[in-house]
Nanobody, 125 residues
Framework: QLVESGGGLVQPGGSLRLSCEGPGFTLAYYTLGWFRQAPGKEREGVSCIGPSGGSPLYADSVKGRFIISRDDAENTVFLEMSLLKPEDTAVYYC????????????????????WGQGTQVTVSS
């Protein structure tokens, strides 16, 4: 089970940092991703990062505003979100997979094997 934290209510233009811990996992071996789902919309891949940490992928809607990173020593993946917009409002989920590459997870949208329970992010004034 993956465990997300860090969601909340923030004003437009603000920032939030999401964390996802993996008790029971050795996340260093996994491709990790952040996904989000807004009410009435399909789940969207936000960002994915491979075991090496290099060349992460981002959805066009968040490029230049969100940064994904991983701390394998802490068994944690982060999503730094800045310049938040009301359309970023969603439940954010982290996910992990041993086999998928970042392209498969974030571009080809093959569902990863392991998911967290989600954390709500609301961007509103």
């Amino acid at each position: 089970q993956l465990v997300e934290s860090g969601g909340g209510l923030v004003q437009p233009g603000g920032s939030l940092r999401l964390s996802c811990e993996g008790p029971g996992f050795t996340l260093a071996y996994y491709t990790l991703g952040w996904f989000r789902q807004a009410p009435g919309k399909e789940r969207e891949g936000v960002s994915c990062i491979g075991p090496s940490g290099g060349s992460p992928l981002y959805a066009d809607s968040v490029k230049g505003r969100f940064i994904i990173s991983r701390d394998d020593a802490e068994n944690t993946v982060f999503l730094e979100m800045s310049l938040l917009k009301p359309e970023d409002t969603a439940v954010y989920y982290c996910a992990a997979d041993l086999i998928l590459h970042v392209q498969s997870m974030c571009v080809q949208k093959i569902p990863p094997d392991y998911w967290g329970q989600g954390t709500q992010v609301t961007v509103s004034s």
